[in-house]
Structures are given as structure tokens and as C-alpha cells.
């Protein structure tokens, strides 16, 4: 159940919001953005997760990568969408902290409105 809300009330609603802010053009502050989101290891079948790892996908990815950049500046946010009260894993935790200091930042999602006061204050 946690897996069907964080991916149908956060992470999918986050994702069409971010497409049509893009596609609007919304996003000034980086004369290019590029994002990614890849599959969740974690909620697949054991058969699925054993290829996925296979095709270099690990525990603890987070759910999206946003990378910000111009001519001189380059900014990455690792997004994890969560539901509830739900926290990093173990894995994501400790790359979160691995990031710190670095132009690398890991952030946590709970809702859509988090996530478009995200983009209003980074993108």
C-alpha cells in the first residue's frame, strides 16, 4: 500500500508536473536542465530486480535526478519521493551523506506542493 501511494500520489504527479513546467518553459534559472527517473528496484518482482541489476541498476538509486547547468555552473539533486513518514533507506542515507559539501544535494519529497516550491526555489 505505501508503494502504491508514494508512486500514485507523489511520484507520478511530481514527474507531470516537472514535463509541463519544462515544457512551458517555466524553469529560468539553468539555461538547461536535464532530469531522469529510473524504475524502483526495490518494488519489482525478484526475477525483474535480479535484471534490473544486472542492467546496472543498484538499492538505494533515488526515484529522480534533476541536473541544473549553464556555461558555468552545475547543480544535481537527487530526488526521493516518499509518502507518509517513510525516510531514506539505509543505501540513501548514506549517499546523502556522502553528497554533503558537493554541488550534489539529496532531498526528500513528500507531496506535489513540496516539489513545486523545490523547483520554484532551485529551477
Not at 8 to 27: H, S, T
Not at 75 to 90: A, D, M, P, S
Request: charged content about 30%; glycine content about 6%; hydrophobic content about 35%.
Amino acid at each position: 500500500m505505501g508503494h502504491t501511494n508514494e508512486r500514485d500520489l507523489v511520484r507520478r504527479p511530481c514527474v507531470a508536473y516537472l514535463r509541463r513546467m519544462l515544457e512551458l518553459e517555466q524553469l529560468k534559472r539553468y539555461h538547461s536542465v536535464y532530469w531522469s527517473c529510473p524504475p524502483d528496484l526495490g518494488k519489482q518482482r525478484p526475477w525483474v530486480a535480479a535484471q534490473m541489476v544486472l542492467d546496472g541498476y543498484s538499492k538505494g538509486d533515488f526515484d529522480m535526478v534533476i541536473i541544473g547547468y549553464d556555461s558555468e555552473v552545475v547543480k544535481v539533486w537527487l530526488i526521493e519521493f516518499k509518502y507518509g513518514k517513510n525516510g531514506y533507506t539505509k543505501e540513501q542515507k548514506a549517499i546523502a551523506e556522502s553528497c554533503e559539501g558537493t554541488p550534489v544535494e539529496a532531498v526528500k519529497i513528500y507531496s506535489v506542493d513540496e516539489f513545486q516550491s523545490f523547483l520554484r526555489d532551485n529551477l
